[in-house]
């Protein structure tokens, strides 16, 4: 994975309009940047920041954490695809015409994942049939990382399927991994739906 570079993920400016924030907490983007920088939350951490935004200002949970994101990000005090303690991570998802347990077990099936995902090495973690996997992935270069898989049933032949990917190295790295699980989810998708 090492070697690509740019990234594609948005800023959460970017996914949460003005006017919706702005309806929700009752100031827009500028408002709150504004708001903050007077606080001081460039030397505030981000519990401190979205406590702040929720106590304070009496912001939902969620917008709480989607400001101090968005101020993170726009104060250049963290890049997308970066956590708050400054862990790498991104996540890819895919709706998938097939059960639950077929669908977890072409995770943990070592056979059936190498053909959709052939160039990883995957050592399982944990385990729990049509429900969930957290394993170590280690790349063609040996690079080692976390994966975390969860589903949600829709149907009982139509499952979603998200993967967490962590301890990454950098921006580029997320923006890699964010094409690589886009294609080898469809990989996974057209295996089980054939």
Same mark, same amino acid.
């Given at each position: 994975?090492?070697?690509?570079?740019?990234?594609?993920?948005?800023?959460?400016?970017?996914?949460? &309009?003005?006017?919706?924030?702005?309806?929700?907490? /009752?100031?827009?983007?500028?408002?709150?940047? +504004?708001?903050?920088?007077?606080?001081?939350? =460039?030397?505030?951490?981000?519990? +401190?920041?979205? %406590?702040?935004?929720?106590?304070?200002? !009496? !912001?939902?949970?969620?917008?709480?954490?989607?400001?101090?994101?968005?101020?993170?990000?726009?104060?250049?005090?963290?890049?997308? /695809?970066?956590?708050? =303690?400054?862990?790498?991570?991104?996540?890819?998802?895919? =709706?998938?015409?097939?059960?639950? !347990?077929? $669908?977890?077990?072409?995770?943990?099936?070592?056979? $059936?994942?190498? %053909?959709?995902?052939?160039? !990883?090495? #995957? &050592?399982?973690?944990?385990?729990?049939?049509?429900?969930?996997?957290?394993?170590? @992935?280690?790349?063609?270069? /040996? =690079?080692?990382?976390?994966? &975390?898989?969860?589903?949600?049933?829709?149907?009982?032949?139509?499952?979603?399927? /998200? #993967?967490?990917?962590?301890?990454?190295?950098?921006?580029? +790295?997320?923006?890699?991994?964010? $094409? @690589?699980?886009?294609?080898?989810?469809?990989?996974?998708? &057209?295996?089980?739906?054939?």
């Amino acid at each position: 994975m090492s070697g690509r570079t740019g990234h594609t993920g948005k800023r959460i400016t970017e996914k949460l &309009s003005d006017d919706a924030l702005r309806e929700a907490t /009752g100031k827009d983007w500028p408002q709150w940047f +504004e708001v903050l920088d007077a606080w001081g939350a =460039t030397s505030r951490t981000h519990t +401190e920041i979205a %406590r702040h935004v929720r106590e304070e200002h !009496a !912001a939902d949970g969620w917008y709480a954490q989607s400001v101090a994101v968005g101020y993170e990000q726009e104060r250049g005090l963290r890049q997308v /695809g970066q956590s708050s =303690t400054g862990e790498w991570r991104t996540s890819g998802s895919k =709706t998938i015409e097939a059960s639950a !347990a077929r $669908v977890i077990e072409a995770f943990a099936d070592d056979a $059936v994942r190498r %053909r959709w995902l052939p160039d !990883a090495e #995957v &050592s399982l973690r944990t385990h729990r049939p049509a429900k969930s996997v957290t394993a170590d @992935f280690k790349d063609a270069e /040996g =690079t080692t990382t976390r994966i &975390s898989v969860t589903l949600t049933v829709k149907a009982p032949e139509k499952t979603v399927v /998200g #993967v967490g990917h962590e301890k990454l190295r950098d921006a580029a +790295e997320v923006a890699a991994y964010k $094409v @690589f699980w886009r294609e080898r989810l469809a990989a996974l998708k &057209s295996l089980l739906e054939d």
